[in-house]
C-alpha cells in the first residue's frame, strides 16, 4: 500500500516570500500521479498542482511549483511572493495509474499554512 | 456548470439514528468516492464505485454503506451512527478509472451526539 507523509504539520511565512511545504511517498509503482490540493477554511478542496511520474520536467502553475525527485520519493510545493490568500490547509496526494484496485486518492495528514501580513 | 453536490452541508443526529448524506455529479463521470477527514489524518478513502452497481470498500468502510443505482448519484449510508464517525466528508468523482484529476463536493459536516 502507498504511503504520504506530510512532515510539517504547521508553516508560516510572512506575506510575499517564499515558502516550500514538503512531501515524501512510498510505492513500488512506477506510474502514478501525485497532487497538491488546497483546503481553505471554506472546507472546499482546490486541487494546487499535479505531476505525472513519467513526466521528468516539474509541474508549475503561477506562483506554485513542485520539485519532484522521483528516485527519492519526494515531491514538495514551492509558494512564490505568498498571498494572504494562500493561507490554507494543504494535502499532498498519490493515486495510481494503474487502474486497479480502489484508485482512490491516498492523502497526507496535511500542512496548515500561516501567512503573516 | 461541473461540480459534485452533496447535502446536507452540516448535519447534528444522535446515536443509532439512521441517516443518509447524499452525493451528485453532473459529469457523466464513472467514478465516485466517499472520504472521511479527521484532524491530523487527512483524508482517508471509504467507499467507491468504479460504475453503476459496483462498489468496493476503501480504507475505512466500517459502519458505512453506499450505494449505485445510478451514474450521477452515489449516497452514504450510516444505518447507526455512533461518535466516532463524526467528521467531515467528501464525495469526488473522476472521469473513469485512472483518471487524473478528481472533483471535490463541497463537504458535509457530521456531528453524531
Known amino acids: 500500500a502507498q504511503t504520504v507523509t506530510q512532515s510539517q504539520p504547521e508553516m508560516s511565512v510572512q506575506e510575499a516570500e517564499t515558502v516550500t511545504l514538503s512531501c515524501t511517498y512510498d510505492?513500488?509503482?512506477?506510474?502514478?500521479?501525485l497532487f497538491w490540493y488546497k483546503q481553505p477554511p471554506s472546507r472546499q478542496m482546490i486541487l494546487v498542482i499535479r505531476?505525472?511520474?513519467?513526466?521528468?520536467q516539474n509541474a508549475t502553475e503561477n506562483r506554485f511549483s513542485v520539485n519532484f525527485q522521483k528516485a527519492a520519493k519526494s515531491f514538495s510545493l514551492k509558494i512564490s511572493d505568498s498571498q494572504l490568500g494562500d493561507a490554507a490547509m494543504y494535502f499532498c496526494?498519490?493515486?495510481?495509474?494503474?487502474?486497479?484496485?480502489?484508485?482512490?486518492?491516498?492523502f497526507g495528514k496535511g500542512t496548515h499554512l500561516i501567512i503573516q501580513p | 456548470e461541473a461540480q459534485v453536490t452533496q447535502n446536507p452541508r452540516y448535519l447534528i443526529t444522535v446515536t443509532g439514528k439512521k441517516l443518509t448524506v447524499t452525493c451528485s455529479q453532473n459529469m457523466n463521470h464513472e467514478y465516485m468516492s466517499w472520504y472521511r477527514q479527521d484532524p491530523g489524518l487527512g483524508l482517508r478513502q471509504i467507499y467507491y464505485s468504479m460504475n453503476v452497481e459496483v462498489t468496493d470498500k476503501g480504507d475505512v468502510p466500517e459502519g458505512y454503506k453506499v450505494s449505485r443505482k445510478e451514474k450521477r448519484n452515489f449516497p452514504l449510508i450510516l444505518e447507526s451512527p455512533s461518535p466516532n464517525q463524526t467528521s467531515l466528508y467528501f464525495c469526488?468523482?473522476?472521469?473513469?478509472?485512472?483518471?487524473?484529476?478528481?472533483?471535490f463536493g463541497q463537504g458535509t459536516r457530521l456531528t453524531v451526539v
Open positions: 505531476q505525472e511520474a513519467y513526466k521528468q
Open positions: 469526488a468523482s473522476s472521469p473513469h478509472l485512472g483518471a487524473t484529476e478528481a472533483f
Open positions: 510505492t513500488s509503482e512506477s506510474d502514478y500521479y
Open positions: 496526494a498519490y493515486r495510481s495509474a494503474m487502474g486497479g484496485g480502489a484508485d482512490g486518492l491516498t
